[in-house]
């Protein structure tokens, strides 16, 4: 007899609790994101398809995930047998045969998978992660404000024009803040969209000698841009706020334009969550000179850490949980406008979520224009549009984010704080031999 048919006929007796029959205990760390906590509600219906399968939830805030994951799989320590990663880990990972590769199984189509995404997740023409949501980033704003002030945003406004709008509907008095942005330090946090800002004024990470670039005229005009918008515009305690602190404020109608993540489109226009749903409008993503990477690309996706002890059931959550069958379920379940998107084909195809989701153009075009490679207006050595797929990014972004934050908060210059960070970048690149 087979051994799920055993544990069906011994449930609820004394024979479940035989460690032969005993349920395989998949443990997946996640994000603490929407859809993340939306798929741990919809996992009900995966073990009750497997019965022989049980799942153990670890949700972590995004810095202290990369952590945890960092950790366990450099060590080896095996504490996870599903990882949440994105375009950053999975390359590097891939390389350093941390990752078990993605197997598909019949009915996964991954033809479907948008290109840019799956190019992302893959090395030697090998799946290695599978993605659960992709994202760009995108204006979002209160079109019943900015017309109140007499003002437009366009697709691809400059920022100095957003800077405009953003003070023409700036009310602190009733509780409306012109402008929106992450100021949270972290390489995945505030330095995502400060890095897009700098490529939009024509700047990049490393020139094609791998020398940083953060005290150049591009990056300094970003971060003045930058700190002028959320101290003059933004919520107090800004240094403080992640995405999804800035959701519960858009939410609430306390901002006025949020540039974030595309899938925060999802929440924003929700009437279950959105006090504002319904004056909600998206733009392209603004430019200081160049459209070129001026809007992020990632997707948080689901990988196979080679420590895990249960790989076969880790194949089998992550294709249920990344099918196109999964997105019916979420839009059975909840609506169309909420499943998980930026991934496949099929759902911009799908004649009900075009309907549901209005924010989908946008979405869909945010993540068309984003490219891995054609991501800086100069010829840069890496790949990535906010980050730089190499090991040596990650402790760069932290410091990077780190000073930006210090001069938000004024404890030092624009200046001072890409001096700092151009120091620190450099030390840490001649250190792991790029340059002497």
Same mark, same amino acid.
């Given at each position: ?190 330095? *995502?969209?400060? =890095?897009?800002? &700098? @490529?939009?004024?024509? +700047? ?7 020398? $940083?670039? !953060? ?115 979420? *839009?059975?379940? =909840?609506?169309? &406008? @909420?499943?998980?998107? +930026? ?7 799908? $004649?009900? !979520? ?83």
């Amino acid at each position: 007899m087979k051994r799920i048919a055993i544990s069906a006929l011994c449930a609820g007796l004394f024979c479940a609790a035989d460690p032969a029959f005993a349920a395989t205990e998949l443990v997946i760390a996640t994000v603490n994101n929407g859809h993340m906590i939306e798929m741990q509600k919809l996992s009900k219906f995966f073990e009750q398809a497997n019965p022989d399968i049980k799942l153990k939830w670890v949700t972590l805030e995004e810095g202290v995930l990369r952590q945890r994951m960092t950790t366990d799989i450099a060590t080896k320590g095996g504490q996870f047998d599903v990882m949440t990663i994105g375009m950053y880990e999975t390359p590097i990972w891939a390389k350093k045969d941390w990752l078990v590769p993605i197997k598909p199984d019949a009915n996964y189509d991954v033809d479907d998978l948008l290109p840019t995404i799956r190019e992302g997740l893959t090395v030697n023409g090998q799946l290695y992660a599978a993605p659960f949501y992709g994202e760009s980033s995108m204006i979002m704003y209160r079109s019943d404000l900015v017309k109140k002030a007499g003002m437009t945003i366009e697709d691809r406004p400059t920022w100095e024009h957003l800077r405009d709008v953003a003070a023409k509907i700036n009310d602190p008095a009733h509780g409306v803040y012109g402008i929106c942005l992450r100021g949270k330090p972290g390489w995945g946090d505030n330095m *995502a969209l400060i =890095t897009t800002m &700098a @490529n939009s004024y024509g +700047g990049q990470l490393f020139d094609m000698s791998w020398k $940083p670039q !953060f005290n150049s005229k591009p990056w300094k005009s970003a971060v003045g841009m930058y700190v002028d918008l959320l101290k003059n515009y933004g919520p107090p305690g800004s240094s403080s706020n992640s995405f999804n602190e800035i959701l519960a404020m858009f939410n609430e109608g306390k901002c006025g334009i949020w540039i974030d993540a595309t899938i925060a489109a999802s929440f924003i226009s929700d009437p279950k969550q959105s006090k504002v749903a319904d004056k909600v409008a998206y733009a392209q993503s603004p430019v200081g000179t160049t459209e070129r990477g001026a809007n992020w690309l990632w997707a948080w996706s689901l990988a196979i850490p080679k420590s895990s002890k249960h790989v076969d059931a880790a194949q089998k959550f992550i294709n249920w949980s990344t099918s196109k069958d999964y997105i019916k379920l979420v *839009a059975k379940e =909840t609506s169309w &406008a @909420n499943v998980p998107t +930026g991934t496949r084909k099929s759902t911009y195809a799908t $004649p009900e !979520f075009q309907k549901a989701a209005k924010f989908s153009v946008a979405e869909g075009k945010a993540l068309a224009t984003a490219s891995p490679k054609q991501n800086t207006l100069p010829p840069s050595p890496y790949l990535g549009v906010q980050l730089a797929s190499i090991p040596e990014f990650q402790v760069i972004g932290i410091a990077a984010g780190q000073q930006m934050t210090s001069a938000l908060l004024g404890k030092v210059t624009v200046d001072q704080a890409l001096d700092a960070t151009q120091q620190a970048a450099d030390r840490e690149m001649r250190k792991a031999g790029y340059y002497k």
